[in-house]
Every structure is written in structure tokens, then in C-alpha cells.
């Protein structure tokens, strides 16, 4: 596979997407509360999607089941939603999202709080969503992928938190996952550069503890192996002339 590089129409296809997960995050985030289980999260997604006129490309996705995926504590990615898995104060909750409108692709996360959390937790949430705006500002034609990589590995590990390098950002709009693969870690000046009309999933997944983590027998779930928290951020990004648009991203949530 290679880069691929989207026309100003294709982009505005996957704005349109990127729309609707903008509205979804703010649904997910009203009904993180105590009591609600993951299943009915995703479903109340599935639902709120399907009725923008947009498919939850989660499902079927390789053989995933759900409509989102929902990890909730010691999960980072890939958590299936579950009657059996409900909420408690206490807890953080990740959603991750795709959407898909007229054959293109928003791809996107967040993690949530339910309730009063600790102070650990507010953090470890609070310092992936900066990783993801620390990657961000390396975006910009004529830079390179390994320098998103750097600028989230340097910041993240100063606060001795840990990256797992089993999953990582990509390129995304008319396929889910496209190149370029961009790392969590790595060393600035390396990997493809970036280029205008260039369509990326930059997304952060950080451990409070160490970064290895293993996969449940149902093929999907990916746990930290100590069991600590994890967080991740996640947004659909366009490199434009001299630098990016982040489209998954509610006007005022971005701090930066
Ligand atoms: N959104 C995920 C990513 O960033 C992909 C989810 S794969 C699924 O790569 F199968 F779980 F949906
Ligand atoms: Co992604």
C-alpha cells in the first residue's frame, strides 16, 4: 500500500464524517455515568449514527463485533462492549470511533471519567490529550512522520508514563487503516514525509504503568499486563499548505 492523497472533495467527504463523531463524543460523554453498560454505549452510538445517514465501521471490521469499541479502565483498545461491563464512579472510559459517510472515514477517541475519578487518573487522561497535540504540531509539509513519533514519545515519557508499540496512528479516509503507520515512539527525521492532502489517525494510547499489554481469548480486548489505567486520545487529522485542520474536533475543545 502507499500514501494515498485526497482531493479537496474526498476531504470534504471525510469532514462530513468527521461531523458526526464531533456529535458523538458529546452524546458519549453525557451518558458516561455510573450504572450504563458498555453495550448500551455503543449501541446508543450505533443508533446516533446510523441516523446521520453514516455506517459505525467499527463492526464487522476484521470480524469486530461491536458498533464502537469501548475499553474502560486496565483496557486500552479494542474493549467490546458488554451487558456484563458497567460503568462505576470511578472508572475512565475510552471510545473509540469510526465513521463512515459516502464511503469515507472519521476515525477518532476519547477517554472519559464517570464521575469523580482519582487524581492519577485526571492526569494520565489529561496527558494524552496533550501527546496528541504535541504529534499535531509537527504536522506540516516537509516534516516527517518520526516527528509526530518523537514529540508524543518525548512529552509522554517525562511524566514516566509508558507507550505501547503494539498499536499505532495511520493514515485514514477511504479505508479505515491506509499508509503511513505512525508510531507512538520513535526518532524525529525518519519516515515518510509529510504532504499536503495527506489524511491521518494520529492517536496516542498511553499506560500509567508499563506499556506491555496482551489480548483476551475473544481475539479483541487489549489489556495492560501489571493491570494500571490507560488512556487514549485520538483524532482525524488534514495536512493542509503550511500545517493541518483537525477535524474530529469540537470548535473551543481545542486548548491549543
Ligand atoms: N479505530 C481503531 C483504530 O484507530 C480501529 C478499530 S478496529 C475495530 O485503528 F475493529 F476495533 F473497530
Ligand atoms: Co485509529
Same mark, same amino acid.
Given at each position: 500500500m502507499s500514501i494515498i492523497i485526497k482531493s479537496p472533495r474526498e476531504i470534504a467527504l471525510i469532514k462530513e464524517a468527521g461531523k458526526i463523531v464531533i456529535d458523538l463524543f458529546d452524546i458519549l460523554k453525557e451518558n458516561?455515568? /455510573?450504572?450504563? &453498560?458498555t453495550w448500551e454505549l455503543a449501541h446508543l452510538a450505533g443508533n446516533f449514527i446510523r441516523s446521520q445517514?453514516?455506517? /459505525? &465501521?467499527?463492526?464487522?471490521?476484521? #470480524?469486530? /463485533?461491536?458498533?464502537i469499541c469501548v475499553s474502560v479502565?486496565?483496557?486500552?483498545?479494542h474493549g467490546i462492549p458488554s451487558k456484563k461491563i458497567i460503568l462505576k464512579e470511578g472508572d475512565i472510559v475510552s471510545y473509540d470511533v469510526l465513521v463512515t459517510k459516502n464511503g469515507y472515514t472519521a476515525d477518532a477517541a476519547r477517554t472519559y471519567p464517570v464521575g469523580k475519578v482519582s487524581e492519577e487518573a485526571t492526569k494520565l487522561m489529561e496527558v494524552t490529550e496533550e501527546a496528541f497535540f504535541k504529534g499535531v504540531s509537527?504536522?506540516? /509539509? #516537509?516534516?516527517?512522520?518520526g516527528d509526530i513519533s518523537n514529540a508524543i514519545e518525548t512529552y509522554v515519557k517525562s511524566f514516566g508514563y509508558s507507550l505501547t508499540e503494539d498499536f499505532a496512528g495511520h493514515g485514514v479516509g477511504r479505508e479505515v487503516h491506509e499508509d503511513p503507520f505512525i508510531p507512538n515512539v520513535g526518532k524525529p527525521h525518519i519516515g515518510p514525509r509529510i504532504c499536503k492532502g495527506m489524511t491521518i489517525a494520529i492517536e496516542p494510547m498511553v499506560n500509567l504503568g508499563k506499556k506491555d499489554v496482551k489480548i483476551l481469548d475473544d481475539g479483541w480486548t487489549t489489556k495492560t499486563i501489571d493491570g494500571k489505567i490507560c488512556s487514549h486520545y485520538e483524532n482525524t487529522v488534514v495536512v493542509t499548505d503550511d500545517g493541518y485542520e483537525i477535524i474530529t474536533l469540537k470548535e473551543g475543545e481545542n486548548r491549543h
Open positions: 458516561t455515568v /455510573p450504572g450504563k &453498560s445517514g453514516a455506517i /459505525p &465501521s467499527c463492526k464487522d471490521y476484521e #470480524g469486530y /463485533p461491536g458498533e479502565n486496565d483496557t486500552l483498545v509537527m504536522v506540516k /509539509p #516537509g516534516n516527517h512522520i
